[in-house]
């Protein structure tokens, strides 16, 4: 069975903080991504990483910067945590999307980790 | 712009009843289409997945989902909802050329004993 898990369920920071969310998965995938939940918003991307030290900015990524130094590990990291960024975190992870005809083809679903409820005071 | 659709942030059935759950995507391009289903303080696991193979998609749980191109839908039903189905359901769409899952606003079933 594929495993995404993250470092912390719950965790309550103090505005201005640095925070470090981690994310690691056991199968071997190339692909790894950072979401948030919000009631009402569903999720939304954050950053993902689709080789060890590459990554792309998703929809919403003012004020989060991310890091992958290992295949199997992808650290989110609010640099100074602010109270709009309370929210549940999600991480996830799939394998190297298939190919056609040389484009890639995302038909491989993500597999994601239990999240982490941010709280930001 | 691509985009997904749930209708219904809220769905409430009674135990034994059919469950509709409704996605709409808009895409110029043909679709990857997901269902995932999130249990109370969990993350989100996958129900069923349509991939440009058979347009009707069996998933785990006794859930399924019909592609209709014309329709650019991609509903979820179950003939019979039982307690343990109450959970949030989301609908994601992909295309071919991105990595980026397009996620819905989800709906939470609720089901009635």
């Known amino acids: 069975d594929v495993k995404v898990t993250q470092s912390s369920r719950y965790l309550v920071k103090r505005t201005g903080e640095k925070v470090f969310l981690e994310c690691v998965q056991d199968?071997?995938?190339?692909?790894m991504f950072w979401y948030r939940q919000d009631p009402g918003l569903g999720l939304r991307l954050i950053y993902f990483?689709?080789?060890?030290?590459?990554?792309e900015k998703g929809d919403i990524p003012e004020g989060y910067s991310v890091s992958r130094e290992k295949k199997e590990r992808f650290s989110l990291i609010l640099e100074s945590a602010s109270t709009n960024q309370t929210s549940m975190y999600l991480c996830?992870?799939?394998?190297?999307?298939?190919?056609?005809?040389?484009?890639?083809?995302?038909?491989?679903?993500?597999?994601f980790g239990p999240g982490t409820r941010l709280t930001v005071l | 712009a691509q985009s997904v659709t749930q209708l219904g942030s809220h769905v409430s059935v009674s135990e034994g009843a059919l469950v509709l759950l409704r996605c709409n995507y808009s895409?110029?391009?043909?679709?990857?289409l997901f269902w995932y289903v999130q249990y109370p303080n969990q993350g989100l696991q996958l129900l069923l997945k349509?991939?440009?193979?058979?347009?009707l998609v069996k998933g785990i749980n006794g859930f399924e989902a019909e592609f209709k191109k014309s329709e650019t839908s991609f509903h979820l039903t179950k003939p019979s909802a039982h307690m343990s189905d109450a959970a949030e359901y989301f609908c994601?769409?992909?295309?071919?050329?991105?990595?980026?899952?397009?996620f819905g606003t989800g709906t939470r079933l609720k089901v009635l004993a």
């Open positions: 996830a992870s799939s394998p190297r999307q298939g190919t056609l005809a040389g484009g890639i083809v995302p038909y491989n679903e993500q597999f």
């Open positions: 199968m071997d995938h190339e692909n």
């Open positions: 990483s689709y080789d060890v030290k590459m990554k």
């Open positions: 895409s110029s391009v043909p679709p990857y």
């Open positions: 349509y991939t440009s193979a058979a347009t």
């Open positions: 994601a769409v992909s295309f071919s050329g991105t990595y980026k899952y397009i």
